[in-house]
């Protein structure tokens, strides 16, 4: 029987923990790929392409979740996406799996910018893809409500459509896609869709806090979009842990 061996580029992050045990189950030998030196991890630097030939060779697949998450999003999510794709191409990989997020063409912030042009880099690369655009996750909604919070109030416009998908659902369907090839553009999300006021208030009362809300309105074409599920899909599957899963720490 034939390994396949699949690269994960962003291991250390969020989904990066998820993904990684959950590509471990099954006949695939999984590689980490981190900028920092680490036992059993290649070490590769997207913002540079040092070491990327060496960490794509003898590879299938490729996972791609790497991301400047908006400090460095052009160096790492789009020139860094062209390196990569340049190297697997040269490497002979088979299948570029790259995750980006719902919304990325609807909402015209700088980092969704990049996650776009990221995206028409995989699409115009001559390695066979698969774009997984995901909605929001949990932690980052809890990070935003948490950051406010310090303020003494939680600053919300309670009418923006969001619906967060847990990272662990998010590995599930990216080692499916894994197995079944390149698939093209798809999408993925959790399975309710709320506003931000009651994901805040849930929040809140989860959290034993008193802050009061400040309602604000995001404006522009940004905040219309974001209120009007922007950052929501139809898509099925879909995830099965809710926000209240996240909030009661229910891991399922």
Do not use: C
């Amino acid at each position: 029987m034939t390994t396949t061996t699949v690269l994960v580029t962003g291991a250390s992050g969020t989904l990066g923990a998820a993904v990684l045990p959950r590509l471990a189950v099954g006949d695939l030998a999984v590689r980490p790929m981190s900028r920092r030196a680490r036992s059993g991890w290649v070490s590769a630097d997207l913002a540079t392409g040092e070491g990327l030939a060496q960490a794509v060779r003898g590879v299938d697949a490729v996972v791609h979740l790497a991301s400047g998450a908006g400090r460095n999003s052009g160096g790492i999510d789009v020139e860094g996406t062209g390196r990569l794709v340049t190297a697997a191409r040269a490497a002979g990989v088979g299948h570029l799996l790259y995750v980006s997020i719902v919304g990325v063409d609807r909402v015209p912030v700088p980092y969704y910018r990049a996650k776009l042009a990221a995206e028409r880099i995989v699409r115009a690369g001559e390695v066979p893809w698969t774009i997984l655009r995901a909605t929001q996750f949990p932690q980052l909604i809890d990070r935003l409500l948490t950051a406010s919070s310090r303020l003494g109030v939680l600053i919300v416009d309670r009418r923006v459509l969001v619906q967060p998908v847990h990272p662990a659902d998010v590995a599930e369907r990216i080692a499916y896609l894994v197995g079944a090839g390149p698939a093209g553009a798809v999408e993925f999300g959790g399975p309710e869709t709320h506003t931000f006021g009651e994901l805040a208030a849930a929040w809140r009362q989860a959290r034993g806090l008193r802050r009061p809300f400040l309602p604000v309105r995001i404006p522009g074409r940004a905040g219309r979009e974001l209120r009007a599920g922007a950052l929501t899909t139809a898509a099925r599957p879909a995830g099965t842990r809710t926000w209240h899963d996240y909030l009661a720490g229910v891991d399922r």
